[in-house]
Each structure stands twice: as C-alpha cells, then as structure tokens.
C-alpha cells in the first residue's frame, strides 16, 4: 500500500505530546497468520457476507455502532468472528475476506446502522479516502479527520513501524460521529506470513508513540520500531536532522556507506542511496517539520528514508531507536478448506434465519431473543 500524500495532523487529533504522558489505545493489536492465497469459493462468501450483515445489524441494535468497532478492533474477537463466517481459522485470507463480506453485507444498510466500511485489498485500499468523502454528507463534522487518520495508521504501520511485511490492505470503519476504527494487513513472502493490525479512535492521543495495546501472536525477525516509547529519543534527532542542510545529512550517509556494520542493523547499506534520499531531505529542509508525526506525515517519506535517519540517529549521535516487535476458533460452522470439518451449509443458514428473526422481533419489541444471544455471548 503506497501513500505519499501530505499528512498535515488535524487539529484535535494530536500535535507534540510527550509520549509518557498519553493514554494511547489506538492500535489495538497484531496478528501473525500463515500467507496463504487463493479466495472463498462464490457460495460460501455470497453466505458471510449474508451473516456479516445479521451479525452486525443485531450487535447495533442491541448496543451501538460504536461497540462494534470496539469488536472489530480487537484481534481475537476479529479472528473468531471469521471463524463463525466459516473462513479458515489460521489463514491470511480471513481478515481481507471478512473485511469484504462485512463492506457487501452492509451495501444499503449501512447509512440506517450509522457504520461505513471502506476500503479494501490492493489498489481499493487507496481508494479509502475518496470513498470516506463520498460519505461526508452523513458525517456531523469534516470528513478530514477520517482521511488522516486512514493515511497515518497506514504510514505508522509501514515506515514507522518496519518490521518486514508490506501493507496489502486497508480497510476503514466509520460512524457519522467520527468515530473509526482500521483493520490492515501486510505480507512477508520471505516468511510466508501475513500480519494484522487493528486501530480504534477512542482514547487515541498520538499516532506516533506506543499505539499497541493488544498482541496476538509472537514475530518472527528484528523490527524497527520508531513509535515504540524507548524510541522517543530517536523520533527527537530524526525530526531535526530532517530540518539539517540535505548536503550535511548526505555527507553523513556517504560515511555510513563506507562503514562495516554488524550483522544486527536495520539497514541493508546496498540499499542506502544518499543522493535519493538527499532529494527527499530537500522537502522536508524546506518544510521544517515541527515533530516526527509531521515528518512521518510529509509526502516522499518512506520506509528507506526513515531507516536511514534512524540510522544516522544512532550512529551519529548516540540514540537508538527500538528494535522491539511489538507482536509477539473455527467451531461454529466449519472452515473453507476443511478445518476443523467441511462448512455445514444447513446450520449456517439457520444462524442466518434466527440473527434476522431475532433483529426483527428486537425491533418490534419482542427482545426475548436478543436478550437470548446476549446471555449465551456472555456465558
């Protein structure tokens, strides 16, 4: 996923915090799942998009829209809600194939919900912010918070946070009262694994400082972690070597190149190119970014130039960034490729049945049903 526009912050969203001071929940969380590819055969996504929409018509009516994305952002509840749907409990496939069953079940209904789903898998996720203005006229506010909060969850999970997998897909869930919540997932083809991340906007403060708060599965390999709290120091030095002369900064590449390195470095020195990276310490020379957010946000920023400041901030000038890797129930209906047991298309349908009379009954008064479900989620 590749976004190079300007990411100026959105007042009210951030803005220079110090990041021990923060009570960040914005990331929720990280899953690792083995990279498989192929899709859902046309029967069995024409069913989850069917129960998507039950699932989540009958969790809006019973709570809000806003408790759905705290579901949604949370890694296991995500996973487990795949798992019902019927896709395979361990597969990459599940997050992007439930992200689109629930953007084709809610097609219609979504504006009655008080929830948009945009985005999606490959070029439609660079599609989000056009589809998020498409739906400003629902909004009670801009619709410019919700595109920056899209593109910089995007840009902290591929250049401030380069731990080896690439965003493929970004999907963008929203309430007209602004509230959001992102479901993206990245590819490593080195490791056959994908990894997911979840963000929710309640209580997020800063984009840029420890935004986990769940984790899922341990990683595998060495990170850089720019937003890590222990890499408050290097987000410092890397914002004001941004603002140095290029030709200074380039200098100090040139002699990084001309160094032998450990083995245990971030950076691959052959994919160092310091007049590539001059070109774009240009931009941000003459921007003068204010803090790293907005550096992070500045167009042409990426992960190689981000590497190469941390580089310098650590060789330089004494002040390493984080290598932490912040990463460390298929029984329901059965999963697509067999596992635990083939998809038991009768029950799968009855669940259909009994989420729409429930809802519907619920809406007429009769919540005995709703009150049912809700008892069995809790037992």
């Known amino acids: 996923m590749s976004l190079s526009q300007d990411l100026t912050p959105i007042d009210g969203l951030t803005g220079g915090h110090s990041c021990s001071r923060l009570k960040v929940m914005g990331r929720k969380g990280i899953a690792d799942l083995p990279l498989h590819y192929g899709r859902a055969p046309r029967w069995l996504f024409d069913k989850m998009r069917e129960l998507a929409r039950e699932v989540i018509i009958s969790m809006v009516s019973e709570f809000s829209p806003q408790y759905v994305l705290e579901r949604l952002s949370d890694p296991f509840w995500f996973q487990a809600f795949g798992c019902v749907l019927g896709f395979d409990w361990h597969s990459s496939g599940l997050t992007t194939t439930v992200c689109g069953a629930m953007k084709e079940g809610l097609k219609g209904v979504d504006a009655e919900l008080g929830l948009f789903v945009t985005g999606g898998k490959g070029s439609t996720s660079r599609k989000t912010p056009r589809e998020i203005e498409e739906k400003s006229h629902y909004l009670s506010g801009s619709p410019d918070p919700l595109v920056y909060a899209s593109r910089m969850a995007a840009k902290v999970d591929s250049a401030g946070l380069q731990d080896g997998y690439t965003l493929y897909h970004h999907c963008f869930i929203f309430t007209p009262q602004g509230d959001w919540c992102v479901i993206q997932q990245g590819m490593n083809p080195a490791n056959r694994y994908a990894r997911r991340y979840h963000w929710l906007s309640r209580g997020l403060d800063d984009f840029v400082c420890e935004p986990h708060k769940a984790i899922l599965s341990e990683a595998s390999g060495e990170a850089l972690n720019l937003v890590a709290l222990e890499s408050e120091g290097a987000r410092d030095v890397c914002t004001e070597l941004s603002k140095e002369d290029p030709a200074k900064t380039v200098a100090e590449l040139h002699k990084v190149k001309r160094m032998h390195l450990?083995?245990?470095?971030?950076?691959?020195?052959?994919?160092?190119?310091?007049?590539?990276?001059?070109?774009?310490?240009?931009?941000?020379?003459?921007?003068?970014?204010?803090?790293?957010?907005?550096?992070?946000?500045?167009?042409?920023?990426?992960?190689?130039?981000?590497?190469?400041?941390?580089?310098?901030?650590?060789?330089?000038?004494?002040?390493?960034?984080?290598?932490?890797?912040?990463?460390?129930?298929?029984?329901?209906?059965?999963?697509?490729?067999?596992?635990?047991?083939?998809?038991?298309?009768?029950?799968?349908?009855?669940?259909?049945?009994?989420?729409?009379?429930?809802?519907?009954?619920?809406?007429?008064?009769?919540?005995?049903?709703?009150?049912?479900?809700?008892?069995?989620?809790?037992?």
């Open 262 to 379: 450990g083995a245990h470095h971030h950076v691959d020195l052959n994919e160092l190119n310091p007049e590539r990276i001059g070109r774009i310490l240009l931009r941000t020379y003459e921007g003068q970014p204010e803090d790293f957010e907005r550096l992070l946000g500045m167009e042409g920023i990426g992960p190689k130039t981000m590497r190469a400041l941390a580089l310098l901030s650590e060789l330089v000038y004494g002040v390493a960034p984080s290598f932490r890797d912040p990463a460390r129930f298929s029984f329901a209906h059965g999963g697509k490729d067999g596992h635990p047991y083939p998809v038991d298309r009768d029950t799968y349908s009855r669940t259909i049945e009994i989420l729409k009379t429930a809802v519907m009954e619920a809406r007429l008064g009769h919540s005995d049903k709703m009150r049912t479900i809700k008892r069995l989620g809790e037992i």
